[in-house]
C-alpha cells in the first residue's frame, strides 16, 4: 500500500469519524485525493461530474421505484395474489407457491426487489401463518422469492448494470426472461 493510499483512507476515515454523511465523506475525499495526489486540471473533474448526471438510465430507474410505490400502496397486489392462488391452489404446497409466482410477477411489473418483499411479504406471510405454514418458513419464503425481480426483466439491477458495463440493455432483458421462468 502506498502512502498516498494511506492519506486518502486516513482522510475518508476522519472525515467518517466526524459524523459527516457518507456520500458526502465520499466526495470530499475523492476530491482531495484528485488536487493533492493527480496533476489533471480541476475543470476535468467538475466536466466529467456534470457530464456524467446526464443519464437517461438514472431516470428509469426513479420512475420503476416510483411504480413500485404506486402497486404496493393499490390493490394490484391482491390481484397478482389471486391470480397466482388461482394458477397453483390445487397442489400440495399452493399457497406457498403462489407467494412464490406473485413474487415473480410483481418483480417483473415493478424492476425493485424491496417493493416486491414490502407489498407480497405483507400480505403472504400472514396468510401462510394463518394457513398452518412455519412462521419461519414463511418468512424464509417471502424474503428469498422477491430475488426473482433482479432475473425477470426489467428490473433495476439489468438496466443499472448495463449502463455501468456498456452492453445492451436489450440483450440483458433477451437473457433474463427464460432463466426467471425457469426459476419460478
Same mark, same amino acid.
Given at each position: ?13 476522519? #472525515?467518517?469519524?466526524?459524523? *459527516? !454523511?457518507?456520500?458526502? #465523506? ?40 416510483? #411504480? ?23 397442489? !400440495? ?9 406473485? #413474487? ?48 425477470? !426483466? !426489467? ?22 426472461? *427464460?432463466?426467471? *421462468?425457469?426459476?419460478?
Amino acid at each position: 500500500m502506498e502512502l498516498s493510499d494511506i492519506i486518502i483512507l486516513l482522510i475518508l476515515l476522519g #472525515c467518517m469519524a466526524t459524523y *459527516i !454523511p457518507v456520500f458526502m #465523506c465520499l466526495f470530499f475525499t475523492g476530491v482531495l485525493g484528485f488536487l493533492i495526489f493527480t496533476d489533471i486540471p480541476l475543470l476535468l473533474l467538475f466536466q466529467t461530474m456534470f457530464r456524467s448526471m446526464d443519464n437517461f438510465a438514472l431516470v428509469v430507474v426513479l420512475f420503476f421505484i416510483l #411504480c413500485g410505490n404506486i402497486m404496493t400502496k393499490g390493490s394490484i397486489v391482491k390481484k397478482l395474489i389471486d391470480i397466482a392462488n388461482v394458477m397453483v391452489s390445487f397442489l !400440495p404446497g399452493g399457497l406457498g407457491m403462489a407467494g412464490v409466482i406473485a #413474487c415473480g410477477f410483481f418483480g417483473a411489473i415493478s424492476g425493485s426487489t424491496v417493493a416486491t418483499v414490502v407489498a407480497i411479504g405483507s400480505f403472504m406471510i400472514p396468510a401462510l401463518i394463518e394457513n398452518d405454514y412455519e412462521e419461519k418458513f414463511s418468512v424464509g419464503l417471502m424474503t428469498t422469492a422477491p430475488i426473482l425481480g433482479v432475473i425477470i !426483466p !426489467p428490473s433495476i439491477s439489468m438496466i443499472l448494470y448495463a449502463m455501468v458495463s456498456n452492453d445492451p440493455l436489450e440483450a440483458l432483458f433477451l437473457t433474463g426472461f *427464460i432463466p426467471g *421462468i425457469m426459476i419460478i
